[in-house]
């Protein structure tokens, strides 16, 4: 306890000093897991995420078998079309890896975070790692349940090919999905920390994934490819390609590429933390 002191003859206590320990980061790892799984936002996020992706995946696959403005010669890319529902997916992902931040600013509940664990940036640490695991886990069980739900619809139009597992790089593509889905949440997660407001983050998220690459499609082709080429999100959806496109990086640079922008947003994410108030 701290001596008494006196103020204009008045005795004041000064407040006594916390005696608790500082959490570990295996604490705050608990504490953001519990705050992410009891989160309503989250589970509703999740659920419409997998539904929409696998839905609309099967849905396109037997429209593009099904229409007879389609022919067997214009198939190339089978399994392109399968997983032609997961650019809403990577947006979903993104919008969530938002909400695991922006939630507790709207709530002004980062106050009390902060307050228990002064390290803000183990605390950055610890809700990048769940989101990660939860996004990486689900987008996994969702790119297989995906493919082979695809693989059935195409199986009742024998004169269209079906990709195999055991194909060249499909298991690769198929995989590199739940790769590219943790990176893109990743993408929204840093975003809501730096902006700290869901709406702006989820509009920078659709920039950035969707309203910029549009855009490159207005400039002329000689100032268009060099900068698609290492476009992050762009670069980075090379790994669920089972043939490398034309002015493109091949699977794993442009993985790389994503992988080097998401690692620059959260270093920004990190220093703008323990810099402003919270």
Known sequence: MSAPTRVLGTEVRAAPRPTGEVPTLADTLRSEWTKMRTLRSTK???????????GLSALITWASVASPHHGTQAFTNPLGVIQAGWGLGWLAFEVLGALVVTNEYSSGMIAATFLATPRRVRVLAAKGAVLSVVVGLLSLVMTFVNFYVGHAVLSAYPAFPEPALGDNNVLRAVLGMALTSTLM???????????????????????????????????????????EEYWPTQAGSQLEQVTR??????????TGDLALFV????????VLLVRRDA
């Open 44 to 54: 509703v996020t999740l659920g419409v995420t997998a539904l929409i992706v696998i």
């Open 245 to 254: 496109q034309a002015h493109a990086l091949t699977a794993w640079w442009g």
């Open 185 to 227: 949440a990743l993408i929204g997660f840093a975003l809501g920390a730096v902006l700290r407001h869901t709406a702006g983050a989820i509009t920078a998220s659709v920039a950035v994934l969707f309203v910029l690459p549009l855009i490159l499609q207005a400039l002329p082709t000689s100032w268009r490819n060099p900068v």
């Open 263 to 270: 690692a620059l947003l959260l270093v920004v994410a990190g």
